[in-house]
């Protein structure tokens, strides 16, 4: 894409997504074999009778595209998965949709502590799931601009080393950073740090598509999930390097998932973390030296698939 | 670099793998072909056809094929009991 068409997608993106108000095109699972996506559904409805927001039937996709393209180019996309298998979110893929929220009704039942159970009909665990679900989602949207403290002034570029295979280059960073063994780094200034992937990962992955970032607010382990990643190829789940509560998520990436691919240190960076014991965490982290081995010996094993 | 380490500890003193629920795995093997560090091993004529066969290869802290499976038919140990572990070797190691 030209920068010009680049740019102007992108500030059509943007007011999409700051303009949402909670009215969505809904591109819900509607699976009929699984508890989840009747619980789905619900979800979908619950939001189309609260906000006015409009559902787009998963199985009349099929054969009425240009209609629900249209629909889905007007107002920000919401895409609800039933379970992993994320049916719904490989329907918006295969049409060039690009979602600006997205939920999985299993993760969202099992970090509730709910069972869903194998009826297919709704039951009345399955009914209050859902009502939650619709609930929370608008919560958040009200006060995640709120909430959201300043991202911190974190130096805009950095220095690196570079290790090539074939056409793909990793860098990596000279100074500051740490790594887990699971590619992600952390950049502190003082309680307060930075995380996102490392190119290893981020060229693993190949074309981002959807970054999940934990809400502002969420306090996460060390080695604890950080959100999720979504590409092409997979969904990987974040491994968070530090302990320490989320406050400010990168926004940007809403709209351009793809600042990851271009560079996860600088614009492509995932969440500010308020630190809970860096000193601690760093015990087993890996500073430049310590995993510039590491990414070498991945690279090298390293298989395009 | 020894390879079989993660974070200067013998891997194999580390137990992270994942853990199959044979009673809601259906066999679709959507794990097996995400995972690219040859975890598990498929068993044509055998029951259960899905076995982990490489614990050691699993990569300490990553839960990433759970991702995928549908049925969430895989778990994994305690993220806290193995980060004491590590510690409590790294600990040992360091004193000899
Ligand atoms: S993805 Fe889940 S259901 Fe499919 S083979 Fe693996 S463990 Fe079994
Ligand atoms: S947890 Fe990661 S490394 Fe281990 S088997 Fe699953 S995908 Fe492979």
């Known amino acids: 894409m030209k920068d010009t068409a680049r ?47 409009e559902i787009l039937c998963p199985v009349f996709y099929r054969v009425a595209e240009a209609r629900y393209n249209r629909l889905a180019g007007e107002r920000p996309l919401l895409v609800i998965d039933g379970c992993a298998t994320r049916c719904a979110s490989k329907l918006a893929a295969e049409n060039g949709l690009k979602a600006s929220k997205k939920l999985t009704v299993t993760e969202e039942a099992k970090q509730r502590g709910i069972e869903l159970g194998d ?165 087993l982290l890996l500073d430049f030296a310590g995993y510039l081995p590491v990414l070498k010996r991945k690279v090298d094993q390293f298989q395009v698939r | 670099m020894n390879e079989a380490t993660f974070m200067g500890v013998p891997r194999s003193r580390i137990d992270w793998s994942p853990r199959i629920d044979y009673a809601k795995c259906n066999d679709c093997l959507e794990c097996v072909e995400f995972c690219p560090h040859q975890v598990f091993e498929v068993r044509e004529a055998e029951m259960p056809k899905l076995i982990v066969k490489n614990p050691g290869n699993c990569v300490v802290f990553c839960r990433a094929c759970a991702k995928t499976c549908g049925v969430d038919a895989l778990s994994f140990p305690n993220k806290n009991q193995t980060t004491l572990l590590i510690k409590q070797v790294r600990k040992e190691m360091g004193g000899r």
Request: contains cysteine.
């Open chain 1, 7 to 53: 740019d102007s997608v992108q500030a059509t993106e943007n007011l999409k997504h700051s303009g949402t108000n909670g009215v969505y095109a809904i591109l819900p699972c509607n699976g009929l074999d699984k508890a989840a996506g009747a619980v789905s559904r619900e979800v979908a409805l619950q939001l189309a009778e609260r906000t006015g927001s």
């Open chain 1, 119 to 283: 009826a297919l009909r709704l039951d009345e665990a399955g009914c209050s799931l859902a009502k939650a679900l619709a609930t929370a989602l608008l919560d958040a949207e009200a006060v995640e601009t709120a909430e959201q403290k300043a991202a911190t002034a974190f130096p805009e570029h950095f220095e690196y080393e570079t290790y090539q295979k074939d056409k793909f280059l990793f860098r990596l960073p000279k100074s500051g950073f740490f790594f887990n063994e699971n590619d992600v780094w952390v950049l502190a200034d003082g309680n307060r740090a930075r995380v996102g992937l490392t190119d290893y990962l981020q060229q693993t992955l190949s074309d981002i598509l959807f970054a999940t970032p934990p809400a502002v607010g969420t306090v996460v382990e060390q080695f604890g999930e950080l959100g999720t990643i979504e590409s092409a190829k997979a969904v990987m789940e974040v491994v968070s390097p530090v302990t320490g509560k989320v406050v400010a998520v990168n926004q940007a990436l809403a709209a351009s998932p793809e600042l990851i691919n271009q560079n996860p240190y600088e614009q492509g960076w995932l969440v500010e973390l308020e630190l809970a014991d860096f000193e601690k965490d760093r015990e």
